[in-house]
């Protein structure tokens, strides 16, 4: 069994930050890579940001110089710094990692329930 557990979603005001964090657990032999979609209402789950094992980094293009991913390979964490707010980041942001368990010959792909984040005055 994996799990990843998500934290620090919450209101904010434009132009303010939040950091969300995600801790993966359970009987994982292997992390590839971990990272943050998110998905607004009405729309589909869209990439954030992933980070891999070897630390290489990707940004979807509307959060680069706003957002910052990190990660904690022994912890089996990711963050995401995100500052100067705006009311179209307004999601629940879900965590992702693509996950290889003791015993698996394969990685699989795992998700948090996702934690809200919402941007308004």
């Known amino acids: 069994q994996v799990q990843l557990v998500e934290s620090g979603g919450g209101l904010v005001q434009p132009g303010g930050s939040l950091r969300l964090s995600c801790a993966a657990s359970?009987?994982?032999?292997?992390?590839?890579?971990m990272g943050w979609y998110r998905q607004a209402p009405g729309k589909q789950r869209e990439l954030v940001a992933t980070?891999?094992?070897?630390?290489?980094?990707n940004y979807t293009e509307f959060v680069k110089g706003r957002f910052t991913i990190s990660g904690d390979n022994a912890k089996k964490t990711v963050y995401l710094q995100m500052n100067s707010l705006e009311p179209e980041d307004t999601a629940v942001y879900y965590c992702?990692?693509?996950?290889?368990?003791?015993?698996?010959?394969?990685?699989?792909?795992?998700w948090g329930q996702g934690t809200q984040v919402t941007v308004s005055s």
């Open positions: 992702y990692a693509r996950i290889r368990q003791y015993g698996g010959l394969r990685y699989g792909d795992y």
């Open positions: 359970g009987s994982i032999f292997s992390i590839n890579a």
């Open positions: 980070i891999t094992s070897g630390a290489t980094i």
